[in-house]
């Protein structure tokens, strides 16, 4: 057993075992014969970035899984007990399933979301799983069994009806889980239909995936690799841009030589590859870390884009930073790169009024202020506005925080936006969320 192989007591396997019914955990060979330091385990980054933790619920929660596997209770009380804490742990953030939900002729599209304007996410029936779960993940509810908060759809016909309506949306972003999960084969009956003519308002297909970190074979040796590489050469063809945006958490997922040739075989293509992650307590939470990280990444030809902050999901509180110190660590690794590294944007929060990026802390007339802004906005007319919320050193998220030199943040207006794209051009005040 695997956590035995890291160190961990009986006690603590138990734990393990306890979180790990509650949230969901996967790993596969490359992840635990290429990238963990088993001499390091259990402290070690990409140990904790994939395997559970024996604290990462309330002690309670822990102590009550524990005791029911222990028992070997019911399957029936050992679900309900895992339902019950998940629904505790706030599955669906930001809003995505209500804000984000557009609609064709009166119809609801599950499976898709639009939450600004010219962006459109699309989440593949099939790609709704990963080579390997992160344990601070915030899609989490996609791969746990509770059907009714999966966000899913193989009616990719229906995203294409709805892009001919909404010729606004410049940008396709396709996510999960995983996209790449899919093989070639599968992966092309989705992106295909969106070279149509037609559709030429499209400027930009995205694919979120972690595969180039936890599963390089997929674009080296895996029977279909060529198939995958072909696609992307296709749709770079059609003069849009392919962009991967790949999740890398820690410098170790550039150290296997499988993984510098992934990169290299993809670039090829004329795909962009674009790196994000968010800012975890224990993974990454070093600026010397996020340093190498972006270092690595232009040296391999990939474009830093996004440091996020943790969100308000899952076990937040065990792998948040606090947003004084996120920035602190985002501007010591920013002032040890060089300009090219420097493409990069954060600490970022992926709250409900859109993207807010912590651009520093200042004294202004007298006080002590985080200084944000805006990056995105469900808003359009909110992008890049700077506003200031009170200093609090132990603030993780936004709703943490209280407006400075006004009674509300520029985003609580009580009524805002265009309603493009089919967006709501109000927020029902039970979906705000409150200032504090």
């Known amino acids: 057993m695997l956590a035995r192989r890291a160190g961990l007591g009986e006690a603590d396997r138990l734990a393990v075992r306890a979180v ?24 070690d980054p990409m140990y904790r970035l994939v ?3 024996p604290d990462m619920l309330p002690r309670d929660d822990v102590d009550r899984m524990a005791s029911l596997l222990r028992e070997g209770a019911p399957e029936r009380l050992v679900h309900a007990a895992a339902h019950e804490i998940r629904m505790r742990l706030n599955p669906h953030p930001a809003g995505q399933l209500v804000l984000n939900a557009p609609s064709l002729d009166g119809r609801p599209l599950p499976g898709l979301q639009h939450k600004y304007p010219e962006t459109v996410l699309f989440f593949p029936k099939q790609g709704q799983t990963c080579h390997a779960y992160c344990t601070y993940c915030f899609r989490w509810a996609q791969f746990v069994d509770e059907p009714e908060l999966k966000m899913a759809t193989d009616q990719v ?30 992966l092309r009956r989705y ?9 030429d308002h499209i400027e930009s297909i995205r694919i979120g995936t972690k595969s180039l970190g936890y599963w390089p074979h997929r674009y080296v040796t895996d029977a279909d690799a060529d198939a995958t590489l072909r696609l992307f050469a296709d749709v ?22 499988v993984a510098a040739e992934a990169v290299r075989r993809v670039r090829d293509t004329g795909a962009v590859i674009r790196t994000q992650a968010p800012l975890i307590r224990s993974v990454n939470d070093t600026a010397d870390t996020w340093a190498s990280m972006w270092r690595s990444q232009v040296r391999a030809g990939m474009v830093p884009y996004y440091m ?18 996120a920035h ?21 929060m992926s709250a409900t009024p859109g993207k807010v990026c912590v651009d520093g802390i200042a004294e202004v007339a007298g006080a002590r202020v985080f200084v944000l802004r805006m990056l995105q906005a469900r808003d359009p007319s909110l992008v890049g506005r ?51």
């Open 20 to 43: 790990a019914t509650v949230l969901p955990f996967r790993t596969n060979s490359y992840v635990v014969d290429e990238l963990v330091d088993w001499d390091a385990a259990p402290a």
């Open 157 to 186: 016909d229906t995203l294409v009806a709805y892009l001919r309506k909404h010729r606004e949306v410049t940008s396709v972003l396709i996510t999960g889980g995983d996209p790449m999960i899919m093989s070639a084969a599968v």
């Open 386 to 436: 700077p506003f200031f919320a009170m200093f609090d050193p132990l603030a993780t998220w936004l709703t943490d925080l209280e407006p400075a030199f006004a009674d509300r943040f520029p985003f609580e207006d009580e009524e805002f936006g265009s309603g493009a794209g089919g967006l709501p051009g109000t927020w029902p005040d039970e979906l705000v969320e409150p200032a504090c």
């Open 308 to 325: 996020f902050v943790e969100r308000d999901t899952g076990p937040r509180d065990y792998f948040a930073v606090p947003l004084a110190r």
């Open 236 to 257: 770079v063809g059609t003069g849009r841009t392919l962009a991967l945006m790949a999740h890398y958490s820690h410098p170790r997922e550039f150290e296997p030589q």
């Open 191 to 199: 992106v295909q239909p969106l070279l149509d003519p037609s559709l």
């Open 51 to 53: 395997f559970p933790q």
């Open 328 to 348: 602190q660590v985002f501007r010591d690794a920013y002032a040890g790169v060089s300009g090219l590294c420097r493409s990069v944007r954060g600490p970022s």
